[in-house]
């Protein structure tokens, strides 16, 4: 079946940015809970963006290690739809919150990807990205899409490096499930521009 490619667009921190993406076609917006990063956002900056979604938009939160403690804390007073989880993270801890959740692995070249997708196999997709020493994720980096497997045995959601120039040629190459996009859309570091995410959007659907 040709399935058209899902878009996450990552690191939004306002509510009007983040319904304006909705409404040129995002299927999935991210928030980064990671203090270390220009995108993250507060609770309150949180809660205003998840109240500025239409429906059937999937909210996504991006966490680091993050304490369980406080993570379930968070999910009581947000209704995120989807967790994301960026560090070391075991399965257990992933499936721990009884929320749908996707791992992100940051891929070098003797990263192997089957093993993760055995190892996380009741995650709702695998989010590969580029490995960046010191910096767990939006880092603008693409990696070598020849270390992804073809017959990934979980829905595949491609990152690291895509902008409106080369989502294309990603989506052709790769097949993935979704794309995903921060540092690609915007016009300085932790600031999206709504051109970009256009043309981001058009390009990865036309591609
Ligand atoms: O975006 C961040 O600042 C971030 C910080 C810590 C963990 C994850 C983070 N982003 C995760 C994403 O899903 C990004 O979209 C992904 O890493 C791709 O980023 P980019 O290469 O900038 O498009």
Redesign the pocket.
Known sequence: MNQQVRI?I??LRDAATARAAAQMGADAI?L?F?E?????VSIEEAQAVLAALPAFVTSVG?F?NADPDWLRDLLRVLPLDLL?F?GDESPEYCRSFGKPWIK?VRVKQDTNLLEYAAQFHDARGL?V??FVEG????????FDWSLIPKDLPLPLIL????NPVNVSEAVAAVVPWAV?????VESTR?VKDLNKVAQFIKAARHA
């Open positions: 996450k990552c690191g991210g980064v990671y270390p990063s220009p995108r993250n991006l680091v994301q960026h992100a989010l990205d580029a910096t767990p994720g939006g880092t603008g980096e693409a990152s690291g490096g895509l995903d996009v921060s540092s690609g932790g």
